[in-house]
């Protein structure tokens, strides 16, 4: 039965004809609507406008994953000594718990305190101890003995020294075998500002690594992998994230197939910290959501929420319940977990998946040229490096919005407080970030985690702006833009909460004029606002008759610098302010005009 019998067929050239008759009466000339209107990643993958059958590369290997209708592992962090969080969360919906300990979380010895009460046969531990690591997993092993439970989990062994690394798997396989000895961490690559497929790339040369030393120390390639877990970041780009873990399978399928052996690949993935905002951070809810629903459809076996302020503070007990709350949501109303794949089959994801992990792999054998990763760190740092400069420009420029920050900013915010906590304390225990073991996030510093990703910075997507947020909040008076508005309110209405929500972004109050063409009217409101800097807001044909005597008249009333929003050059406006202008540019420029300290 042909259930499209009754409508006429479209084919890829109609789709053309269409798109170009748009494309020409927008004003853009081409004779290519799939190049006018393609979209690059900075993996290098080109996003088209549309795709067909013609599209879909042959049956990937375990692109689907091994995991079943049952939903993923709702896997909590915990960086604080807190018991009593811990049992909250088990009993509120998680399902598995990450302890982050050490220096800065919870120390190596209360561990055990921090695990009373957990049972270990139901709630899977991933430790993540860095050089405190064999300590950890010894205690791990001495409460499981002491309690006749076999531990399950992963000792969270990759970040430990290699021979670390490879004495526990060897123990892992032959005393516990619920229990795996590694997380192959790739989150540091992402925090650092690396694209998916650096992160991948990365990835996959430090698994790589891992089954050359454990093969080499006697165990089977089926051991070996047996022995590796993997994390990922997951961002609120929902179609990247679910790419990014279907690729991961693919690539790590290859691996093992080369290696003469077979093998699914665990995942965890973690919402992005480098998306997180500290400014209005409750939008951090929705991106949170965004990425645990991308990391369910994309098929983790486990995921991690963070709380929404783990930027400003240690997570209380309301941040902690919305974080697991987001899971129970998706799992528990949503069913997002009973449908496996359910991006399989897309003509769209399915191209994504296969040239994101083209290029990782690429990215790959490149590490591997060079000597694996110990020996590739310089190019590693220089290719990420390079990601990160990339979207820093777009961020500059707003081509990568951010909500509430560079784009929308609430400058009558109330800011979270930031109370300080003890370790131990139940006031303020929970999950803290990913990048920095037991508080809040702090941007610029060097990656905790130990091995190659040693020296990587950690960067936030917000950073430069809520810099400037900062700097403008920290004056006596909040720093002010003049809004010029020439014209009636329906002519000048557009281009002013442009150019207002410009400045805001860098925390920069602004004030209109009001309604008029009348230049001296205009800066005498100029004058008595006590500002310096003006923009000239209005429509181009009132600019034409206007622009040029308003700005005269805000120069003689001490204007030091005029922009103007929109089109045209004037006698008297300084600089434009534009759609795709670098906004981060605008507002230094801005607080060196205003003599804001930077």
């Known amino acids: 039965m042909d259930l499209a019998a009754d409508f006429p067929s479209t084919t890829r050239d109609d789709w053309r004809a269409l798109a170009l008759g748009v494309l020409r009466k927008s004003g853009v000339e081409t004779e290519s609507p799939e190049r006018a209107l393609s979209t690059p990643t900075y993996d290098g993958v080109t996003l088209a406008p549309l795709y067909d059958a013609a599209d879909l590369p042959g049956a990937p290997p375990f692109a689907r994953g091994a995991r ?3 939903g993923w592992d709702v896997r909590q962090r915990h960086a604080v000594a807190d018991p009593e969080a811990v049992l909250a969360d088990l009993d509120n919906g998680v399902t598995s718990l990450w302890l982050v300990a050490g220096d800065g979380a919870i120390p ?62 060897l123990r892992c396989v032959a005393e516990f075998p619920g229990l795996r000895a590694i ?30 030393a454990l093969t080499e120390a ?27 873990l279907r690729a991961a399978r693919k690539l790590w399928a290859r691996v093992a197939e080369a290696c003469g052996g077979q093998g699914e690949q665990l995942q965890h993935a973690v919402t992005s910290s480098a998306m997180m905002t500290a400014r209005d951070p409750y939008v951090n809810m929705l991106r949170t959501t965004l990425a645990c629903f991308a990391a369910g459809v994309g098929g983790a076996d486990a995921v991690t929420v963070q709380p929404f302020d783990a930027r400003l503070r240690l997570p209380d007990a309301f941040s902690r319940r919305i974080a697991r709350n987001t899971q129970a949501l998706l799992l528990e109303e949503s069913g997002v977990g ?3 794949d359910p991006a399989g089959g897309s003509w769209y994801v399915e191209r994504r998946t296969a040239d994101l992990a ?40 707003r081509r990568f919005p951010i909500t509430g920050v560079s784009e929308f900013p609430d400058l009558g915010e109330k800011p979270l407080s930031r109370p300080t906590a003890q370790a131990g304390t139940s006031a303020q225990a929970g999950s803290a970030a990913p990048v920095e073991s037991g508080g809040p996030v702090e941007s ?45 309110v329906a002519a000048h209405t557009a281009r002013a909460s442009f150019a207002a929500n410009l400045f805001q972004a860098g925390g920069l109050a602004t004030e209109t004029a009001g309604p008029g063409v009348d230049p001296e009217q205009i800066a005498t409101a100029f004058a008595v606002s006590g500002t310096t800097v003006a923009c000239l807001c209005s429509s ?9 005597a308003v700005a005269a008249a805000l120069r003689r009333a001490g204007a030091h610098r005029i922009w103007l929003a929109g089109k045209g050059d004037y006698d008297g406006v300084d600089a434009r302010l534009h759609a795709g202008c670098d906004v981060l540019d605008v507002l230094r420029t801005t607080f060196d005009d205003l003599e804001v300290a930077r």
């Open 68 to 70: 079943t209708t049952t």
């Open 108 to 169: 190596v010895g209360e561990l055990s305190r921090v695990l009373r009460g957990v049972y270990l046969d139901l709630a899977p531990v991933v430790l993540d101890a860095g050089a405190a690591t064999a300590e950890a997993a010894e205690i791990l092993f001495a409460l499981a003995a002491e309690r006749g439970t076999p531990p399950s989990g992963n000792l969270g062994a990759g970040a430990a020294r290699p021979d670390v690394a490879t004495a526990l798997a």
């Open 183 to 212: 997380t192959v961490d790739a989150t540091p690559y992402h925090d650092a500002g690396g694209s998916d497929a650096d992160e991948l790339g990365c990835s996959i040369a430090l698994a790589v690594g891992h089954l050359r």
């Open 218 to 244: 006697g165990l089977t390639v089926g051991q070996a992998l047996g022995q590796l877990e993997f994390r990922y970041a997951a961002t609120a780009d929902q179609f990247a994230t679910i790419a990014k």
């Open 338 to 340: 009973r449908v496996i």
């Open 358 to 397: 083209e290029r990782a792999w690429a990215w790959f054998q490149e590490i591997e040229a060079a000597g694996g990763m110990e020996a590739a760190g310089p190019l590693v740092a220089e290719r990420v490096a390079a990601t990160r400069e990339r979207r820093a420009a777009d961020i500059a420029h």
């Open 444 to 488: 610029g510093g060097p990656a905790e985690s130990g091995g190659p990703a040693s020296g990587l910075p950690r960067i936030t997507y917000a950073e430069e702006f809520e810099r400037l947020r900062d700097l403008a909040d920290a004056r006596p008076e909040r720093p002010k833009v003049f809004l010029a508005t020439i014209g009636p």
């Open 540 to 548: 181009d044909k009132l600019y034409a008759q206007h622009a040029e």
